[in-house]
């Protein structure tokens, strides 16, 4: 019998070693799985910890990346704002320009129409200037006396007539140069004024008669002093004309003032085949044919043009000036032909002179510093030729004075018909429909400025012009037409000075929007660069914001991962009767700031309390594996003892035998007892399954055991 309990206490041994080697693989299994879940833990918190840390690092870039995104997409809704404008500007601006030229030309239109009305008008009013109040209050119409006289049948026989016939004849006598010159220049025979004043004044002659004398007289000086005006006029326009044009010629660089035409064409020649060839890359540019604007633009494109071009528009702003010069001078000697014999009367010297400017100006191979010189040289000891500009204007001073000695002696005879004159002058101005009163009149009346300007400043005027307007005043009855001149020439000194400010008004107007053509290219070109330009900056800085909003959402994907990181944290379910992550921080669970962030600082203390609850889970999770492992390790020990016993029992050893398997059910005993104090709440998360089997197998080793003490125990010696 007690042979069968020791194999039976030895199967028990053996199958108490397979149970606590079970249990010991569990044990093991359950320390790595723990193992890895403490590195996952540690790593998921570093993790944590770091990114917070990240978070914290960027923090205040991040904010001071939205701050500045937030700037960004304000100045570029403003740029789009002001770039959408510009396009408007520059569109208005081209449709202005295109439409400048058809307003300027209207505007020119207007200003010779006012200009050919003030000038009517200021005839009108010169013919009218007799028509005033006396010094009594009452009308002096000094044409009745002269009408009237006109009409009386008086002849030389009266004192006062002979008197004023003294008069006359000692005029001319004492004039006789002026005279001869005056006949000169109207182109009638010598002593023809003389001879019908002679004529004229015989005894016996009818007032008419000498009066038509004076008319005839006043009529050739008239005309003398017409021509003698014209020419003088001409020759101070061209003296300013050429005057202006010498200074742009005199002011030619010194490289260039000892060229001629040709050679500055031949300059001008090798610049555009320097510029061709030049921007052979761009496919050659010819600036042949290109204004000034133009070619400022392509040196704006291509800088290194700049002395180049600015060459070339010199020289061709000298050619340019040559060719106006000598374009108006052949002009000038078309115009002066039929005076040069007067001039040459008049002043040899002068005469001689222009020819000799005349002469240089017209050769092609005359430098610019001649060119210049014949233009507006003053005479010196070296060159004793005046200029061209000069002589004109000496010429014109000498003829002026001519013109006023003229002007007096003619005044002699319009003295004795100047009230007819008046009366023709007034008969006239109203009869004649195109160019006299009624023109002006239904100019003023129709034109929507001048109407509009009368009746604001002259109330009453517009009302007063139906009455002239298209008709023919009668001049039958005097005292009416005296009547009507009076009215006339009292609504014209108030017309005149509206009139005037209108046509100033209509200059400036003009002038500003003439200048405002010529900077429009100019204008147009550097709008266009500047929406351009505007265009590169908004591209430029939809990228920046793109690369901006992709920097900060780097930011805001991280900051989402920490997010969520802390909620897998503060989610944690605890184990081993611990308090939770939550539960450690009150329940706090917002980490969010005012502005919709998270509180950094407040996560960072989330992450130290994680790590103070994995130390805690961590000393539980030892405690009860350490303690499964020293139950195991009795349960082992059992197993032994059992194994002794069994052994000893084989060979008799019954008291030994039974002390070995009593110990060895008190080892197992105890393993039980320690296996359960440890528990199996760790164990089981880790997945265990092999705990229960150990303690079946250790339990069924003590039960074993036990029996067997007491059987060898009590045995007989030789049993």
């Known amino acids: 019998m007690k042979k069968g309990l020791s194999v039976l206490l030895?199967?028990?041994?053996?199958?108490?070693?397979?149970?606590?080697?079970?249990?010991?693989?569990?044990?093991?299994?359950?320390?790595?799985?723990w193992e890895i879940k403490g590195e996952e833990s540690t790593a998921d918190m570093n993790k944590l910890e770091d990114g917070l840390n990240q978070l914290k690092e960027n923090e205040q870039a991040y904010l001071d990346g939205v701050d500045a995104l937030a700037d960004?997409?304000?100045?570029?809704?403003?740029?789009?704002?002001?770039?959408?404008?510009?396009?408007?500007?520059?569109?208005?601006?081209?449709?202005?320009?295109?439409?400048?030229?058809?307003?300027?030309?209207?505007?020119?239109?207007?200003?010779?129409?006012?200009?050919?009305?003030?000038?009517?008008?200021?005839?009108?009013?010169?013919?009218?200037?007799?028509?005033?109040?006396?010094d009594d209050?009452?009308?002096?119409?000094?044409?009745?006396?002269?009408?009237?006289?006109?009409?009386?049948?008086?002849?030389?026989?009266?004192?006062?007539?002979?008197?004023?016939?003294?008069?006359?004849?000692?005029?001319?006598?004492?004039?006789?140069?002026?005279?001869?010159?005056?006949?000169?220049?109207?182109?009638?025979?010598?002593?023809?004024?003389?001879?019908?004043?002679?004529?004229?004044?015989?005894?016996?002659?009818?007032?008419?008669?000498?009066d038509k004398a004076m008319q005839n007289a006043s009529k050739t000086f008239g005309s003398a002093i017409a021509t003698l005006k014209a020419f003088s006029a001409l020759a101070k326009s061209k003296a300013s004309d050429l005057g202006g044009a010498a200074s742009q010629i005199a002011a030619a660089p010194d490289s260039a003032k000892n060229l001629n035409a040709a050679q500055m064409k031949g300059a001008m020649s090798k610049m555009e085949a320097g510029v061709k060839q030049a921007t052979a890359a761009?496919?050659?540019?010819?600036?042949?044919?290109?204004?000034?604007?133009?070619?400022?633009?392509?040196?704006?494109?291509?800088?290194?043009?700049?002395?180049?071009?600015?060459?070339?528009?010199?020289?061709?702003?000298?050619?340019?000036?040559?060719?106006?010069?000598?374009?108006q001078l052949n002009s000038f000697m078309g115009q002066a032909g039929a005076y040069l014999p007067m001039i040459e009367k008049l002043n040899a010297?002068?005469?001689?002179?222009?020819?000799?400017?005349?002469?240089?100006?017209?050769?092609?191979?005359?430098?610019?510093?001649?060119?210049?010189?014949?233009?507006s040289n003053t005479p010196s000891g070296s060159n004793p030729v005046p200029g061209l500009a000069q002589c004109l204007r000496g010429i014109a001073e000498v003829l002026d004075e001519k013109i006023q000695e003229a002007q007096s002696s003619r005044d002699s005879f319009d003295a004795w018909d100047a009230g007819y004159k008046q009366l023709k002058a007034g008969q006239e101005q109203l009869a004649d429909q195109d160019e006299g009163l009624p023109y002006a009149f239904q100019q003023m009346r129709s034109?929507?400025?001048?109407?509009?300007?009368?009746k604001k400043s002259v109330p009453g005027a517009y009302a007063k012009l139906a009455k002239y307007t298209g008709n023919r005043l009668a001049a039958d009855d005097m005292d009416d037409f005296d009547d009507d001149m009076h009215e006339i020439t009292s609504m014209l000194k108030k017309i005149m000075p509206v009139l005037r400010k209108v046509k100033a008004d209509g200059q400036k107007k003009y002038n500003q929007g003439l200048k405002d053509y010529k900077a429009a290219p100019g204008k147009l070109a550097a709008g266009r660069a500047?929406?351009?330009?505007?265009?590169?900056?908004?591209?430029?800085?939809?990228?920046?914001?793109?690369?901006?909003?992709?920097?900060?959402?780097?930011?805001?994907?991280?900051?989402?991962?920490?997010?969520?990181?802390?909620?897998?944290?503060?989610?944690?379910?605890?184990?081993?009767?611990?308090?939770?992550?939550l539960e450690r921080r009150n329940g706090d669970d917002d980490f969010d700031n005012g502005d919709g962030h998270l509180e950094l600082a407040e996560g960072l203390d989330a992450v130290e309390v994680g790590r103070g609850y994995q130390s805690d889970s961590g000393e539980l999770i030892t405690k009860e594996l350490t303690n499964r492992a020293v139950g195991t390790g009795l349960g082992l020990g059992a197993g032994a003892l059992a194994l002794l016993a069994g052994f000893l029992s084989f060979i008799k050893k019954n008291k030994a035998a039974g002390i070995s398997a009593l110990a060895s059910a008190v080892a197992g005993a105890v393993a039980i007892g320690v296996g359960m104090k440890a528990g199996m709440e760790f164990s089981n998360i880790a997945g265990s399954h092999g705990a229960g089997m150990?303690?079946?197998?250790?339990?069924?080793?003590?039960?074993?055991?036990?029996?067997?003490?007491?059987?060898?125990?009590?045995?007989?010696?030789?049993?």
Not at 302 to 316: C, F
């Open 447 to 454: 034109n929507s400025t001048l109407r509009k300007a009368l």
């Open 10 to 33: 030895i199967a028990a041994a053996l199958f108490g070693f397979y149970g606590g080697a079970i249990n010991l693989n569990d044990v093991l299994a359950c320390k790595d799985y």
């Open 530 to 581: 500047q929406l351009a330009e505007g265009e590169r900056t908004l591209i430029d800085g939809r990228k920046q914001l793109a690369d901006g909003k992709a920097k900060l959402g780097e930011y805001e994907d991280g900051e989402q991962q920490v997010r969520d990181g802390l909620a897998t944290l503060m989610g944690t379910a605890p184990d081993g009767g611990l308090a939770s992550i």
């Open 282 to 327: 761009m496919g050659g540019i010819d600036i042949k044919g290109m204004s000034e604007d133009e070619l400022k633009a392509l040196v704006a494109q291509v800088p290194a043009l700049k002395d180049t071009i600015t060459s070339y528009i010199g020289l061709k702003k000298l050619l340019a000036g040559r060719s106006e010069i000598l374009s």
């Open 137 to 210: 209050g009452k009308k002096g119409p000094s044409w009745k006396k002269g009408f009237e006289a006109k009409a009386s049948k008086a002849d030389f026989s009266d004192a006062g007539l002979k008197q004023a016939k003294g008069v006359i004849e000692s005029t001319v006598k004492n004039k006789a140069n002026d005279v001869a010159l005056i006949e000169t220049v109207a182109k009638v025979e010598p002593g023809t004024i003389l001879k019908q004043i002679n004529a004229a004044s015989k005894s016996g002659q009818e007032y008419k008669e000498f």
């Open 694 to 719: 150990a303690q079946i197998a250790v339990g069924v080793l003590a039960a074993v055991a036990i029996v067997h003490a007491i059987v060898h125990f009590t045995a007989k010696k030789d049993a």
């Open 349 to 375: 010297d002068a005469y001689k002179a222009i020819m000799a400017d005349v002469n240089t100006l017209t050769k092609t191979d005359a430098s610019n510093a001649a060119f210049a010189a014949a233009l």
């Open 72 to 134: 960004g997409e304000q100045a570029l809704a403003d740029g789009e704002v002001a770039l959408a404008q510009g396009r408007r500007t520059l569109a208005k601006g081209e449709a202005d320009y295109a439409a400048a030229p058809g307003k300027l030309k209207k505007g020119k239109k207007d200003l010779s129409d006012i200009t050919r009305l003030i000038n009517g008008l200021n005839k009108a009013n010169k013919s009218f200037n007799d028509y005033s109040v006396g």
